[in-house]
């Protein structure tokens, strides 16, 4: 079995494959005083959980955007799952040609997300990926990384307005009953989920405006789902497309 794993600054998302079938898949929260034996052991428990024994992994890859995990859970992967996970790097074969100004400045799962897209669904594509932050990528045509913007993702946004506004409650982001918020948890929640469905609509009119009316539009991100439901922009949704993105990067590697 192959071990996908994508480390981000919030959650990691962790995914098998039988071959090119899907298996479990799981989300967790990212702990940077976690110790690789700790990670180990979720792991392994995971695994058995889901009635898979750690030494049917014989492959993993890695997308990281936490440079000081990464060692911690390529440790844990060593000694846990006997393998070396593929840590996805700018300079390997990705099959997507990256026309950034800086290459190296792009996070390795923006690259992963066009990877799969490229190969999924091909371009021109708007990437809008979910997480700490909420991405834009571009993906041409002919299946190039062109670049993308970065704002605050809505979890982000929810916690400054709660850490700065004394009289502010944390929220769940689920869809109020109008728009017009009747109590300040329905007013917040109205400000979050449609606030940010606007903005999502806001950005790929403008990507589309230079990627042309051929743009598909793929949403990823655990949030994915819950803001293409308000939104007819978002053409795909698919939550585990990082995850997708590694398995066909360590296919090209490990092909060679």
């Given at each position: 079995m192959f071990l996908a794993i994508d480390l981000g600054n919030t959650h990691i998302t962790l995914g098998l494959y039988d071959g090119n079938r899907p298996g479990p898949r799981w989300r967790i929260a990212t702990d940077?005083?976690?110790m690789p034996d700790e990670y180990g052991l979720l792991?392994?428990?995971?695994?058995?959980?889901?009635?898979?024994?750690?030494g049917d992994v014989r492959a993993i890859a890695m997308a990281s955007v936490v440079p000081p995990l990464t060692a911690t859970l390529v440790q844990a992967c060593e000694t846990y799952l006997?393998?070396?996970?593929?840590?996805?790097d700018i300079g390997m074969k990705t099959g997507v040609r990256v026309r950034f100004e800086e290459p190296r400045q792009v996070g390795a799962d923006r690259i992963v997300d066009a990877a799969a897209v490229q190969k999924m669904y091909g371009g021109p594509a708007c990437i809008v990926d979910f997480g700490t932050a909420t991405t834009f990528d571009a993906v041409s045509?002919?299946?190039?990384y062109l670049g993308g913007a970065i704002a605050p993702g809505i979890g982000i946004a929810a916690e400054a307005l709660f850490q700065s506004a004394a009289k502010l409650p944390k929220v769940d982001l689920r869809r109020p009953p109008s728009a017009i918020g009747r109590n300040t948890v329905h007013s917040i929640q109205s400000g979050l989920l449609f606030g940010y469905v606007g903005l999502v609509e806001g950005m790929v009119a403008r990507f589309g405006a230079e990627l042309g009316p051929e743009m598909k539009v793929v949403g990823t991100g655990w949030q994915a789902e819950i803001i293409a439901r308000e939104t007819?922009?978002?053409g795909i949704v698919a939550p585990w497309l990082t995850l997708d993105g590694l398995k066909i990067i360590h296919d090209l590697n490990s092909s060679r």
């Amino acid at each position: 079995m192959f071990l996908a794993i994508d480390l981000g600054n919030t959650h990691i998302t962790l995914g098998l494959y039988d071959g090119n079938r899907p298996g479990p898949r799981w989300r967790i929260a990212t702990d940077r005083t976690r110790m690789p034996d700790e990670y180990g052991l979720l792991l392994v428990h995971l695994f058995q959980h889901a009635g898979v024994a750690p030494g049917d992994v014989r492959a993993i890859a890695m997308a990281s955007v936490v440079p000081p995990l990464t060692a911690t859970l390529v440790q844990a992967c060593e000694t846990y799952l006997g393998q070396a996970p593929l840590v996805v790097d700018i300079g390997m074969k990705t099959g997507v040609r990256v026309r950034f100004e800086e290459p190296r400045q792009v996070g390795a799962d923006r690259i992963v997300d066009a990877a799969a897209v490229q190969k999924m669904y091909g371009g021109p594509a708007c990437i809008v990926d979910f997480g700490t932050a909420t991405t834009f990528d571009a993906v041409s045509a002919e299946g190039e990384y062109l670049g993308g913007a970065i704002a605050p993702g809505i979890g982000i946004a929810a916690e400054a307005l709660f850490q700065s506004a004394a009289k502010l409650p944390k929220v769940d982001l689920r869809r109020p009953p109008s728009a017009i918020g009747r109590n300040t948890v329905h007013s917040i929640q109205s400000g979050l989920l449609f606030g940010y469905v606007g903005l999502v609509e806001g950005m790929v009119a403008r990507f589309g405006a230079e990627l042309g009316p051929e743009m598909k539009v793929v949403g990823t991100g655990w949030q994915a789902e819950i803001i293409a439901r308000e939104t007819r922009v978002i053409g795909i949704v698919a939550p585990w497309l990082t995850l997708d993105g590694l398995k066909i990067i360590h296919d090209l590697n490990s092909s060679r």
